[in-house]
């Protein structure tokens, strides 16, 4: 195996243990590292609105560890990781803003 496919594996599962953590929490979560989460009151389902934020999150880790298991050329597989982390975090900050804290926030 590559260190470019064991990158992109080793992320995925990043990825997935953080999606683990935000199921299980009960407190509200963010997927930005600097700020702070939405506060309890101002959320209409903790539970619910974690859980959400968890799947989109194990999708993204899922996206890495399938291009480090089915991409076995090193260059295209080093490509497909910059792309998924660079372009992919918008893609994925997109779907928490507008989707996810449009339909949980009161």
């Known amino acids: 195996m590559s260190v470019e496919r064991g990158i992109a594996i080793a992320i995925g599962f990043m990825m997935i243990c953080v999606s683990i953590y935000y199921y299980f929490s009960k407190k509200p979560v963010t997927i930005y590292n600097n700020s702070n989460p939405p506060r309890i009151d101002q959320i ?39 792309l ?23």
């Open 44 to 82: 209409t389902n903790i539970r619910s609105y974690n859980h959400a934020t968890s799947r989109l999150m194990l999708i993204y880790g899922i996206v890495f560890i399938f291009e480090g298991l089915m991409i076995h050329d090193k260059l295209i597989c080093f490509f497909l990781v910059v």
């Open 84 to 106: 998924t982390v660079m372009p992919g975090i918008v893609i994925v900050i997109a779907i928490y803003e507008s989707v996810i804290l449009k339909k949980y926030l009161k």
